[in-house]
């Protein structure tokens, strides 16, 4: 056990007092030294009877050494104690009850500074200087005066000292109570804080102040006008306080305290009123104030200059955070006006600083976005959380797409609110997504032209119905006309069916071009109903060839949607064909598509294909929409993924359900278009 | 010009396509015939004991029952109203099946009217169905004895419904010469459309029900 470490209590401040043994004996012999040289120089200067110094010292130093060594120096101030009772001509007894009392105070302060108020021994926080006075020197000196009263009480005026009385023993409980106030900070703050190595000069001015002003004050004559002087001790302390900190405030202090307790014994100084009890009572006082005073004056300074320097910090974090966003960040004051923007925000719209600030921000913005963007920071202001997309003129070359978040800043109220605001260059990312709807819209295109090429045969047939009704149309009308003229009737009819015909063809083949032609992607607002019906038109031919029935179920009561129609037939005629081929594969008994669209409150519009097909396993489910993946011989798995690429670039979701043998179902939702 | 309307010979015809079912009927209405119309091969068989003596034209393609399970289900049903079959163009291996199920002839669409009526004059006037596998004409002969081995080989892929294409790649031969033995074919044949060659195939007894599709 050569070495060991203090162990103090959870939460405490660990001044890392570690000692080698030898070194821990000294230490306690150093302690039992200092608390009897305390206590006999105590008892030599205002011994006031029956075991009562005036001032005590000793009990800082037991209490601080506690603190700082632990319980383990209980031994040394209990000896102390003890002889300089015996000393001073107590009863041993006596002195045993008195050193006893010693050590209790000190443990009790102890006990309670380190596990229970948690104590900081730095005294940098007005609640370690609050957890000392009341948990370190209250309880401790009261508990310490104990056995005191107990010996006034018995002992009668007996002994070398004049006899005690009431207020003996509170100048006695005052005197105990300064020695902690005054020694223990000076102690606890030296061993604690950061070694003084090379003191500023400004610190040996301090301590000349000190002096100085304290030899004054306390040489002059108590009436004398130099007695004010005892007020620009004050001076020095704040100094102490708001300049250096606890530890140096302490120091001054006790400086204060011995010049004091020099003046009263020479019987001089300001305290000097009638009796040397008197004085020492006043004394105690001014000086338990003035120090209580002093060292939350010291925390309260330290405490606010470290909140300040944690603003300072958090904001040069925020800065370093701001500067590296790959946004750019500004802030508007309440007119509106560039107040401040960051590095990136200068790179992103290539402007200096000082073009920037005190500009308003709509200025920066195109002329056809400036309406959008006041509204938009009018929102704001109203606390809305919105985001819009503005063309930002750039210095000198064009505009950039920006993305503008606006926040509206906690301001004071009545004041026209602040924003901030976080703007983000798009214009790539929006090309991006351009280039990806242009490869869609040509993927799109050939897939229609695919599947043109895969229903030809089934439109050959749909057209050859017109033909052939014209055909034979023609062929009667021309019988009819050619039997004589009783037969007008009849040729008119058949003429008319002919002419219904021809329109029925053209229109046929209108469709087919409408949805083979590539175009550009457009949104137009659409009759969801419609959409479907035609859908069902252009399916018909070639699900009938499978030997299939197509039903429509129209119940989306003239919603609109907006949308590129031809991409949203090409998903609903894909997912049509599908089901056809799957149905007529499978050889099912019930051979039945439905197309249906349906209102799907509050603002959407459903579309759903439900076939009676063979459905498909879960497994499946999941692979379905990748590409390339195929279930068909010929197929190249592409149908599927386009559509629900088409489906999520007009913000809806493909979803895909079946059950094996009993048919699949494919829905989305698509936002309803409400005319303005 | 109907003036004995119970010994008019009745049109029935079956297609779902009812602008095809209103020009047929104003057709044969031009030459007088009476036409019964149906939209389906189901609404057909259900009137089937209503069927009189005439002629049935039905379309092959249908929704839910076809053409040709019309035909089977009326000769099931021993209903044996001599029956024509039309369809779309290239429709060669369905046509040949209905033949076989018993259909008397096949018409193409879109029809020539003269073609179509004089189909459902010789189906009408002509003996039940039974024996006219067996009815081959000196005629007929004479036209069949003319083909030669490798040209029989065309028509027996032809009946079967195969393209020119794939009858050349199955013959190893060119297109073109594929093209050029069709046409002697027809012409030796003397068949005016597909489908009256694989009607006078099958009546010549070249292809056999087996070979069918």
Redesign the interface.
């Given at each position: 056990m050569s070495e060991q470490s203090v162990q103090l209590g959870a939460g405490y401040y660990n001044p890392s007092i570690s000692l080698a043994l030898p070194t821990r004996l000294l230490v306690h012999l150093l302690t039992a030294a200092a608390y009897y040289g305390a206590g006999m120089l105590a008892f030599a200067v205002f011994p006031i009877g029956n075991g009562v110094a005036g001032i005590w010292p000793a009990a800082g130093l037991s209490v601080a050494t506690m603190l700082l060594f632990g319980p383990s120096v209980s031994l040394a101030i209990f000896f102390s104690d003890f002889l300089v009772g015996l000393n001073t001509g107590l009863p041993t007894g006596h002195a045993l009850l008195l050193a006893t009392g010693a050590v209790g105070e000190a443990l009790v302060a102890w006990y309670l500074l380190t596990r229970i108020a948690r104590f900081d021994p730095r005294l940098r926080r007005i609640k370690d200087v609050t957890a000392f006075v009341i948990a370190g020197v209250l309880p401790a000196t009261m508990l310490c005066m104990i056995p005191r009263m107990l010996l006034t009480a018995v002992m009668d005026g007996a002994g070398p000292t004049p006899a005690p009385n009431a207020q003996t023993v509170l100048v006695g409980l005052l005197g105990h109570g300064l020695g902690v106030l005054l020694v223990a900070p000076v102690i606890l703050s030296w061993t604690a804080e950061r070694p003084l190595l090379k003191p500023s000069a400004e610190f040996y001015l301090l301590l000349l102040a000190a002096v100085l002003l304290n030899a004054a004050a306390f040489t002059a004559t108590p009436s004398g006008p130099a007695s004010a002087l005892l007020y620009a001790v004050f001076v020095v302390v704040l100094w102490a306080a708001l300049r250096f900190g606890p530890r140096e405030t302490s120091d001054v202090m006790l400086l204060t305290a011995i010049f004091a307790t020099w003046a009263a014994w020479r019987a001089s100084g300001p305290f000097i009123i009638s009796n040397q009890i008197e004085a020492l009572y006043s004394l105690s006082l001014f000086l338990m104030v003035a120090t209580v005073t002093a060292l939350l004056l010291a925390a309260a300074a330290r405490e606010r200059s470290a909140s300040a320097q944690r603003v300072e910090e958090s904001e040069l974090a925020h800065r370093m955070l701001i500067e590296q966003m790959r946004e750019g960040v500004i802030t508007l004051d309440g007119m509106r006006r560039l107040a401040f923007v960051s590095d990136r925000f200068c790179a992103l719209s290539g402007w200096q600083r000082q073009d920037l600030i005190g500009r308003p921000f709509t200025q920066l913005v195109a002329t056809a976005d400036r309406l959008r963007l006041e509204q938009a920071l009018s929102d704001t202001e109203r606390g809305q959380d919105v985001q819009i997309e503005v063309a930002l003129e750039r210095a000198g070359e064009g505009t950039m797409l920006a993305s503008v978040a606006p926040r509206r800043l906690a301001g004071s109220e009545g004041q026209p609110a602040r924003i901030m605001a976080v703007v983000a260059d798009i214009t790539e990312s929006r090309r991006a997504a351009e280039l990806s709807r242009l490869r869609l819209q040509q993927i799109a295109h050939t897939n229609r032209v695919q599947s043109m090429d895969e229903m030809a045969?089934a439109f050959?047939?749909e057209i050859?119905?017109?033909?052939?009704?014209?055909?034979?149309?023609a062929?009667?009308?021309r019988?009819?006309l050619s039997?004589g003229s009783g037969?007008i009737g009849?040729a008119r009819?058949?003429i008319d069916?002919?002419e219904?015909?021809a329109r029925?063809g053209s229109e046929i083949v209108r469709r087919i071009r409408g949805f083979v032609q590539d175009r550009k992607s457009e949104r137009v607002p659409q009759v969801a109903d419609l959409l479907v019906s035609e859908v069902a038109q252009l399916a018909e031919p070639e699900v009938?060839?499978h030997?299939?029935?197509l039903r429509t179920d129209l119940c989306a009561n003239g919603c609109k949607v907006l949308v590129d129609p031809v991409q949203i037939q090409q998903v609903l005629l894909n997912l049509v064909r599908n089901a056809a081929e799957a149905i007529g594969e499978a050889g099912s008994a019930t051979r039945l598509i439905t197309l249906k669209s349906v209102s799907a409150p509050p603002d959407g519009v459903a579309f759903a294909v439900i076939d009676s097909g063979p459905g498909f396993a879960p497994a499946e489910l999941a692979k379905i929409f990748d590409p390339f993946y195929t279930s068909k011989p010929d197929g190249i798995g592409i149908g599927l993924a386009l559509c629900r690429s088409i489906i999520e670039d007009h913000d809806g979701q493909l979803h895909g359900a079946a059950e094996p043998g009993r048919g699949a179902t494919f829905t989305f939702t698509l936002k309803e278009f409400r005319d303005a | 010009m109907l003036e004995t309307p119970a010994r008019t010979p009745v049109v029935y015809v079956v297609d779902d396509e009812p602008s095809v079912r209103d020009a047929l009927r104003l057709l044969f209405q031009s030459v007088g015939m009476k036409v019964v119309e149906f939209e389906n091969a189901s609404a057909a068989l259900s009137g089937a004991d209503e069927l009189d003596s005439g002629c049935l034209i039905t379309d092959l393609r249908m929704p839910m029952m076809s053409g040709i399970d019309l035909i089977e289900a009326l000769r099931e049903r021993g209903c044996h109203l001599p029956a024509i079959v039309i369809s779309a163009h290239g429709d060669v291996k369905l046509a040949v099946r209905a033949l076989k199920a018993g259909a008397s002839d096949f018409v193409e669409k879109p029809f020539n009217d003269q073609d179509l009526l004089d189909a459902v004059n010789s189906t009408i006037n002509r003996p039940p169905v039974s024996g006219w596998t067996q009815a081959l004409s000196g005629d007929m002969a004479a036209r069949v004895a003319q083909i030669t081995s490798r040209e029989l080989a065309v028509l027996k892929q032809i009946v079967a419904g195969q393209s020119n294409k794939q009858i050349a790649r199955d013959l190893d031969l060119s297109p073109r010469t594929v093209e050029a033995h069709r046409a002697r074919v027809m012409q030796k044949m003397q068949a005016g459309s597909v489908a009256e060659l694989v009607s006078l195939a099958l009546r010549a007894g070249i292809v056999m029900d087996e070979e069918l599709v």
């Amino acid at each position: 056990m050569s070495e060991q470490s203090v162990q103090l209590g959870a939460g405490y401040y660990n001044p890392s007092i570690s000692l080698a043994l030898p070194t821990r004996l000294l230490v306690h012999l150093l302690t039992a030294a200092a608390y009897y040289g305390a206590g006999m120089l105590a008892f030599a200067v205002f011994p006031i009877g029956n075991g009562v110094a005036g001032i005590w010292p000793a009990a800082g130093l037991s209490v601080a050494t506690m603190l700082l060594f632990g319980p383990s120096v209980s031994l040394a101030i209990f000896f102390s104690d003890f002889l300089v009772g015996l000393n001073t001509g107590l009863p041993t007894g006596h002195a045993l009850l008195l050193a006893t009392g010693a050590v209790g105070e000190a443990l009790v302060a102890w006990y309670l500074l380190t596990r229970i108020a948690r104590f900081d021994p730095r005294l940098r926080r007005i609640k370690d200087v609050t957890a000392f006075v009341i948990a370190g020197v209250l309880p401790a000196t009261m508990l310490c005066m104990i056995p005191r009263m107990l010996l006034t009480a018995v002992m009668d005026g007996a002994g070398p000292t004049p006899a005690p009385n009431a207020q003996t023993v509170l100048v006695g409980l005052l005197g105990h109570g300064l020695g902690v106030l005054l020694v223990a900070p000076v102690i606890l703050s030296w061993t604690a804080e950061r070694p003084l190595l090379k003191p500023s000069a400004e610190f040996y001015l301090l301590l000349l102040a000190a002096v100085l002003l304290n030899a004054a004050a306390f040489t002059a004559t108590p009436s004398g006008p130099a007695s004010a002087l005892l007020y620009a001790v004050f001076v020095v302390v704040l100094w102490a306080a708001l300049r250096f900190g606890p530890r140096e405030t302490s120091d001054v202090m006790l400086l204060t305290a011995i010049f004091a307790t020099w003046a009263a014994w020479r019987a001089s100084g300001p305290f000097i009123i009638s009796n040397q009890i008197e004085a020492l009572y006043s004394l105690s006082l001014f000086l338990m104030v003035a120090t209580v005073t002093a060292l939350l004056l010291a925390a309260a300074a330290r405490e606010r200059s470290a909140s300040a320097q944690r603003v300072e910090e958090s904001e040069l974090a925020h800065r370093m955070l701001i500067e590296q966003m790959r946004e750019g960040v500004i802030t508007l004051d309440g007119m509106r006006r560039l107040a401040f923007v960051s590095d990136r925000f200068c790179a992103l719209s290539g402007w200096q600083r000082q073009d920037l600030i005190g500009r308003p921000f709509t200025q920066l913005v195109a002329t056809a976005d400036r309406l959008r963007l006041e509204q938009a920071l009018s929102d704001t202001e109203r606390g809305q959380d919105v985001q819009i997309e503005v063309a930002l003129e750039r210095a000198g070359e064009g505009t950039m797409l920006a993305s503008v978040a606006p926040r509206r800043l906690a301001g004071s109220e009545g004041q026209p609110a602040r924003i901030m605001a976080v703007v983000a260059d798009i214009t790539e990312s929006r090309r991006a997504a351009e280039l990806s709807r242009l490869r869609l819209q040509q993927i799109a295109h050939t897939n229609r032209v695919q599947s043109m090429d895969e229903m030809a045969i089934a439109f050959a047939h749909e057209i050859s119905q017109p033909l052939t009704a014209i055909t034979s149309y023609a062929q009667a009308a021309r019988r009819f006309l050619s039997a004589g003229s009783g037969a007008i009737g009849p040729a008119r009819e058949a003429i008319d069916g002919a002419e219904r015909e021809a329109r029925r063809g053209s229109e046929i083949v209108r469709r087919i071009r409408g949805f083979v032609q590539d175009r550009k992607s457009e949104r137009v607002p659409q009759v969801a109903d419609l959409l479907v019906s035609e859908v069902a038109q252009l399916a018909e031919p070639e699900v009938r060839q499978h030997g299939v029935e197509l039903r429509t179920d129209l119940c989306a009561n003239g919603c609109k949607v907006l949308v590129d129609p031809v991409q949203i037939q090409q998903v609903l005629l894909n997912l049509v064909r599908n089901a056809a081929e799957a149905i007529g594969e499978a050889g099912s008994a019930t051979r039945l598509i439905t197309l249906k669209s349906v209102s799907a409150p509050p603002d959407g519009v459903a579309f759903a294909v439900i076939d009676s097909g063979p459905g498909f396993a879960p497994a499946e489910l999941a692979k379905i929409f990748d590409p390339f993946y195929t279930s068909k011989p010929d197929g190249i798995g592409i149908g599927l993924a386009l559509c629900r690429s088409i489906i999520e670039d007009h913000d809806g979701q493909l979803h895909g359900a079946a059950e094996p043998g009993r048919g699949a179902t494919f829905t989305f939702t698509l936002k309803e278009f409400r005319d303005a | 010009m109907l003036e004995t309307p119970a010994r008019t010979p009745v049109v029935y015809v079956v297609d779902d396509e009812p602008s095809v079912r209103d020009a047929l009927r104003l057709l044969f209405q031009s030459v007088g015939m009476k036409v019964v119309e149906f939209e389906n091969a189901s609404a057909a068989l259900s009137g089937a004991d209503e069927l009189d003596s005439g002629c049935l034209i039905t379309d092959l393609r249908m929704p839910m029952m076809s053409g040709i399970d019309l035909i089977e289900a009326l000769r099931e049903r021993g209903c044996h109203l001599p029956a024509i079959v039309i369809s779309a163009h290239g429709d060669v291996k369905l046509a040949v099946r209905a033949l076989k199920a018993g259909a008397s002839d096949f018409v193409e669409k879109p029809f020539n009217d003269q073609d179509l009526l004089d189909a459902v004059n010789s189906t009408i006037n002509r003996p039940p169905v039974s024996g006219w596998t067996q009815a081959l004409s000196g005629d007929m002969a004479a036209r069949v004895a003319q083909i030669t081995s490798r040209e029989l080989a065309v028509l027996k892929q032809i009946v079967a419904g195969q393209s020119n294409k794939q009858i050349a790649r199955d013959l190893d031969l060119s297109p073109r010469t594929v093209e050029a033995h069709r046409a002697r074919v027809m012409q030796k044949m003397q068949a005016g459309s597909v489908a009256e060659l694989v009607s006078l195939a099958l009546r010549a007894g070249i292809v056999m029900d087996e070979e069918l599709v």
